[in-house]
T-cell receptor
Framework: KQEVTQIPAALSVPEGENLVLNCSFTDSAIYNLQWFRQDPGKGLTSLLLIQSSQREQTSGRLNASLDKSSGRSTLYIAASQPGDSATYLCAVAGGTYKYIFGTGTRLKVLA | EPEVTQTPSHQVTQMGQEVILRCVPISNHLYFYWYRQILGQKVEFLVSFYNNEISEKSEIFDDQFSVERPDGSNFTLKIRSTKLEDSAMYFC????????????FGPGTRLLVL
């Protein structure tokens, strides 16, 4: 049974710092992995999708990497801004295509 | 850009009442999903739907839940007799194909059962 873990659970950093969010999963047989952003009480905003055959994806200040063999993905945020404050969720799609979500990392960027 | 829409955005109901949550998936998508997120907890898969039948359902999706695609554009989740623990945010998602394709999520319906 696929399990997804995100570390750290919460993170508070000063503005301008580069930071790394971690996601690990137990079953490496995945089709894709997606990173989402969730603001309090709101829906899910897709940030980056990495197919199982890819190693990384980039969008603006965000870079996500995938190492299937070790069951890990990282989301790198460069030059963090207060507007980046949100919960970041990692989700993996496996053999039956449904997404299994992690518990998220709650990020606060201080001005 | 096409998007998944959900109505209502918020719903308050009394315990034991039936509720229907509505979703309009992206028009050329064929695979549909419902997820829920209880406040402070992780997003959980409920059910997937393809070709007018359930493809997979989780343990959460018991006999109180049902899904339907009544008219070729809407995708609904019905909870027959709501319980307090059904209070959650419910997300609909759709995808064009299954393997390797992202699922596009709707904005969610926040359900509160009193």
């Amino acid at each position: 049974k696929q399990e997804v873990t995100q570390i750290p659970a919460a993170l508070s950093v000063p503005e301008g710092e580069n930071l790394v969010l971690n996601c690990s999963f137990t079953d490496s047989a995945i089709y894709n992995l997606q990173w989402f952003r969730q603001d309090p009480g709101k829906g899910l905003t897709s940030l980056l999708l990495i197919q199982s055959s890819q190693r990384e994806q980039t969008s603006g200040r965000l870079n996500a990497s995938l190492d299937k063999s070790s069951g890990r993905s990282t989301l790198y945020i460069a030059a963090s801004q207060p507007g980046d404050s949100a919960t970041y969720l990692c989700a993996v799609a496996g053999g039956t295509y449904k997404y299994i979500f992690g518990t998220g990392t709650r990020l606060k960027v201080l001005a | 850009e096409p998007e998944v829409t959900q109505t209502p955005s918020h719903q308050v109901t009394q315990m034991g009442q039936e509720v229907i949550l509505r979703c309009v998936p992206i028009s050329n998508h064929l695979y549909f999903y419902w997820y829920r997120q209880i406040l402070g907890q992780k997003v959980e898969f409920l059910v997937s739907f393809y070709n007018n039948e359930i493809s997979e359902k989780s343990e959460i999706f018991d006999d109180q839940f049902s899904v339907e695609r009544p008219d070729g554009s809407n995708f609904t989740l019905k909870i027959r007799s709501t319980k307090l623990e059904d209070s959650a945010m419910y997300f609909c998602a759709s995808s064009a194909v299954r393997s390797g394709e992202t699922q596009y999520f709707g904005p969610g319906t926040r359900l509160l059962v009193l």
